[in-house]
């Protein structure tokens, strides 16, 4: 499976953006498909995932209620809609597919796109 997120940009503080997660190689079905983000000197963390099968979604307690992840069958992707955007949000968002298990940890992720920079301006 190969993996190409897009999307992100420069956007001012309380503003939207929405990221795409596209899959090549094989569908996204049966698959989790998480983002994660990583910001200068930190380690990279869950921002929420989705099952693809049953569309079950879940995220970080600090992007609950202003990200919502969502998916399209037909185009075998997957949205990352960020609203209320924050400065501390900003990082390289990526995406990632996992067969078995959508967790929390990047361990679980056997493929991952090239990420994508979002930068929140104050």
């Known amino acids: 499976v190969q993996l190409q997120a897009s999307g992100g940009g420069l956007v001012q503080a309380g503003g939207s953006l929405r990221l795409s997660c596209v899959a090549s190689?094989?569908?996204?079905?049966?698959?989790?498909v998480g983002w994660f983000r990583q910001a200068p000197g930190k380690e990279r963390e869950f921002v929420g995932a989705?099952?693809?099968?049953?569309?079950?979604?879940y995220y970080a307690g600090g992007v609950k209620g202003r990200f919502t992840i969502s998916r399209d069958n037909a185009k075998n992707t997957v949205y990352l809609q960020m609203n209320s955007l924050k400065p501390e949000d900003t990082a390289l968002y990526y995406c990632?597919?996992?067969?078995?298990?959508?967790?929390?940890?990047?361990?679980?992720?056997?493929?991952w796109g090239q990420g994508t920079q979002v930068t929140v301006s104050s």
């Open positions: 990632a597919a996992s067969r078995n298990s959508g967790g929390y940890h990047t361990y679980e992720y056997e493929y």
């Open positions: 190689g094989r569908t996204f079905s049966s698959y989790y």
């Open positions: 989705i099952s693809w099968s049953v569309g079950l979604t």
